[in-house]
């Protein structure tokens, strides 16, 4: 069991307790200590809540790092986006392998100077992208780099949110968090909800984004940032794919959703009902699959914590991906070998980060932009 260390994550934060319960979901990681907010209330109420020890809740992360050298085995980084690039480079520096919750940084330079870190200090990176944790896309997954859909030729992605256009239940504009009422060289959005397309693509084919033409635009109540991208990208391999991700998009909570057309089948994954997997073959037959007739991947005792028909969700997909980082863990401080194909890498990270900066270029000039 690994001993974790968090960096922001606190109780009151959007993803703290989603990344505690994941971890420590399988006996995998144990939360040992952090700094989990400035605020030294928050920070006291959540190691209380998260059950460490008052001596290892720290207000100042740096303080963490140095009393907890040897005594913690990798950080998780869970603060927002615009602070992650110096505290992944301190904590590579002072040794520490590293969990960063997405998006990595705010842009491609930021990225390639993390990498450049990660390099020289020859260090374990990974950012969480917890949806290709969900069995019945790694089902797909296995699908689609076997063959056995054909040719890929379109994939739709989409990944629709209602939050900056519906109002509260007071009847009230939303307050969302400062730092997503600020655009950088990517906006917000494309770092918050793009990425996770970018990564889903990677994931599930292998290959790489080429050219890319985009749609910016702002309908909902806060007009300073983007809140809805419409893109088509070229990728390798000749596939065709097209991304929507949006927070205007009233009636959706979540909607992400992907479907993948081959020459000898397609297929649909929708995370609202995220147990099932739509197939349909080449002679038109229709078929649901879930994890009680897929012997392969979605068999898996590590996926089957309880059987299929009882779903499994969000938090179960995160302790899929803190599985892998386990894994990925055993192997780096084993064998120096970070290779994982379920982890995203520094090199997947940037390029997603190039992929929405043209997107943004392409945006503003109204052009098809190249990677």
């Known amino acids: 069991m690994y001993r974790i260390g968090f960096i922001g994550g606190g109780i009151n934060s959007a993803i703290g307790r989603s990344h505690f319960i994941a971890a420590q979901m399988d006996g995998k990681f144990e939360l040992a200590a952090g700094a989990f907010s400035r605020s030294h209330d928050i920070n006291a109420k959540t ?11 720290y207000d100042d992360y740096r303080e963490m790092l140095e009393k907890e050298k ?13 602070t992650h690039e110096v505290m992944v480079e301190e904590c590579l520096r002072a040794g520490y392998p590293v969990i960063c919750e997405k998006s990595l940084c705010t842009s491609y330079e930021a990225a390639r100077r993390i990498q450049d ?7 374990f990176l990974c950012v969480t992208y917890n949806y290709t944790g969900y069995p019945m896309v790694r089902v797909l997954r296995e699908k689609i780099l076997s063959g056995e859909m054909g040719k890929i030729t379109n994939i739709i992605a989409e990944m629709p949110q209602e939050g900056y256009t519906r109002y509260t239940l007071d009847h009230t504009q939303p307050k969302p968090q400062d730092w997503r009422m600020k655009d950088y060289e990517i906006p917000t959005i494309s770092l918050d909800l ?49 991304l929507w991700f949006s ?8 909607g992400l959703r992907i479907r993948v057309f081959g020459t000898k089948a397609s297929a649909e994954w929708y995370q ?23 012997k392969e991947e979605g068999g898996k005792d590590r996926y089957n914590r309880f059987k299929a028909g009882h779903p499994g969700g969000f938090i179960e997909a995160y302790a899929n991906y803190y599985w892998d980082i386990s894994d990925a863990l055993d192997d780096y401080l084993k064998n120096q070998n970070k290779a994982s194909h379920y ?17 943004h270029e392409s945006a ?8």
Not at 117 to 123: I, L, N, S
Not at 199 to 213: R, S, Y
């Open 117 to 123: 870190c990660v390099r020289e200090t020859g260090g």
């Open 247 to 254: 927070k205007a998009a009233l009636g959706n909570r979540n």
């Open 364 to 371: 503003l000039t109204h052009q098809w932009v190249k990677l």
């Open 47 to 57: 190691g209380e809540a998260f059950r460490v020890a008052p001596e290892r809740v």
């Open 194 to 242: 793009g990425t996770h397309l970018h990564n889903m693509m990677a994931f599930l084919t292998d290959e790489h984004p080429k050219e890319i033409v985009a749609r910016e635009s702002s309908f909902g109540f806060f007009s300073q940032v983007v809140d809805d991208v419409l893109c088509m990208v070229d990728y390798t391999d000749d596939i065709a794919v097209q």
């Open 70 to 82: 040897d005594k913690l085995d990798v950080i998780a980084i869970l603060t927002p986006t615009d």
């Open 343 to 359: 982890l995203m890498n520094i090199e997947t990270s940037m390029e997603g980060l190039r992929l929405f900066e043209a997107a």
């Open 272 to 294: 609202a009902e995220p147990e099932l997997l739509k197939y349909c073959d080449k002679d038109g037959r229709m078929t649901v699959l879930d994890r009680s007739n897929d």
